[in-house]
Each structure stands twice: as C-alpha cells, then as structure tokens.
C-alpha cells in the first residue's frame, strides 16, 4: 500500500469522527429544551414551578370551642397566619401528625363530649404532645403534659413503676377535670385553653393587671401568645386538609390492631415473663401500656390494673 492510499484512509476516518461529532451535538438538548419551559438541572430533574410556594387561604370566620376568633383584629389575623405557615410548611411533621391521629383522636374526642368539654380542645392535646408521651423540659409528661403534683391532684397515680399520665385515655380524663374546674373560674374556653399553658393562677394576673380578660386582648409572654394560635392552626388544617396540600388516605392513617383487656389484681414480679407466658413480647406489652414503668408491677390490695393487648 503506497503513501497515497495511506492518505485516503487517514482522510475518510477524520471525516467520520468529525460527522460523528456533528450528530452527537445536535441531538443533545440544549439548557432550556426540556419541553416544560424550565431549563434541566445537571442532575436531570426538573425545577419546581416559581408558584409552588402557596399562599394559603385563612377562613374568613372561625370560632373555638363556639367562641368566635376576631379575625377582623389586624394583629390577630398576623398571629394566626403565622402559625398556619409554619405549620403547613413542616410537612413531614404534619403528615406523620395527622396519620398518627388515627389511633388517638377518635377516642379522646368520645371522652371530651361524655365529659362535657368541647371536641375542639382535642386541637389542645395536640398543640401540647403532638400525641405523643413526651417529656418537658420542666418535668410535665404525656399527651396532656401533666406535671407529677398535678396529675395526682387530678386522679392520676404516679409511682415508682406506675405513671398514669403516660395512659393516654386515663389522661384524657383527668384533662377534662381540668378544664371544667378552669371554666368555673375563667366563663369561657378561650381563657381556660390558655390557662392550660401558663396556669391559672398565672394567666388570673394577667388579667388583673391589665384590666382585661379577654386573651385576644391580652399581652402575654410569647409561649402563651402564639399558644391559641398553635391550636387554631391545628383546627383549621385538620379541619380542611386538603387546602392546605395534605391529600391523605383513609389507608393512610395509623391504627391501632384491635386489643383486649386483661385484668391484673397481684404483684408481676417480671412483666417481660408474664408477657411471654401470655404469648407476648415485652415490647408488645410496653406499646400498648407505656404507663407501665419498670420491669414489674406493684399492686396495692384492692387496686385493679387493666393491661391492654392485642387479641390474637
């Protein structure tokens, strides 16, 4: 093969890398043809529409527990804007908040209206707990945040292996004896949901010393003044989820399986023991008796413990 050939084949190849080339340039999209008018990240996903960040619509009317909200107040419309916000923005606590819903409100919403307190202080329970037995940094404990004097005050026992304010539905109970006692003193819902946060005695002097006793009216430490709005942020999204981008499922809410009491009249020496000779697990038995503190059990002569578990 001489140097001409040589020259040709050189020639040929060149012009098939450079149309090769060529091709590949002109079928690659260019920064803004992704077809939706937004131009395609590096990672290849498409940006978030300008407007999905939503303004929310805040009800024109809106009471608690039959007590209107005067939405017409500048400050008051402000304070409660703020609340649906930040709110509405925390999905991920929202969304795991309403599916845990599931399993508690149903039932705290029964006890509230055998007891005579308006179902929307179950907004209040969630504004304290998130439904959940947490704990304080001051101590208080449980879904309606019970400090240890209080709580015996209102009926709960706590002892060295027993704290009822951990049980949710004994809890809930011994809340409502708060409330009613709270509305004897105050006249209407609005001061006694308020009072929850800072006590009575607390939210009465403020009262006195501004000569008001209307809350809205009220200038309060900063907890107890988004504290309402807290809870009527919590009424107004449940209330209307779906405005507020929240899109679920009956399938989508937490429950409980269906349980079974077993009554408990004598000393369990070992709870992980008695659970296994029920044919349960010890992580079973404190799911579903969170109140239940220790390893064992101490009953006084008279006293009963119902232990609930999952019927099998």
Known sequence: MNRQHFLIIYGLLALSLGLGV??????????????????????????????????????????????????????????????????????????????????????????????????????LAIAESGLMNVTSPAGAKGFWQFMQGTAKDYG??????????????????????????????????????????????????????????????????????????????FKVIFENPKAYGFNLRESDYYKDPPLHVTEVNQDISNLAQWAKSKGYTYKELKIYNPWLRERNLNVRRGKTYQILLPEK
């Open 22 to 123: 060529y091709l590949i340039f002109q079928q690659a999209p260019t920064s803004s043809n992704s077809g939706s008018g937004y131009p395609i990240s590096s990672q290849g996903f498409l940006p978030q529409p300008v407007d999905s960040v939503r303004i929310f619509p805040i009800p024109e009317n809106l009471s608690f527990a039959g007590e209107p909200v005067p939405l017409d107040q500048q400050d008051i419309l402000e304070r409660l804007e703020r609340e649906i916000y930040v709110n509405a923005y925390w999905q991920s606590n929202m969304i795991l908040l309403m599916k845990r819903s599931g399993k508690y409100l149903d039932e705290i919403t029964r006890i509230l209206k055998e007891e005579g307190i308006p179902e929307d202080f179950k907004y």
């Open 156 to 233: 709960l026992e706590v002892s060295r292996n027993v704290d009822e304010r951990y049980h949710w539905q004994k809890s809930t109970l011994a809340a409502t004896k708060y409330l009613k006692e709270a509305y004897s003193k105050f006249g209407n819902w609005t001061s006694v949901a308020a009072s929850y946060n800072m006590g009575q005695t607390g939210f009465s002097k403020r009262q006195k010393e501004q000569l008001e006793e209307d809350y809205y009216h009220l200038l309060l430490n900063d907890e107890t003044s988004r504290y309402m709005f807290r809870i009527l942020a």
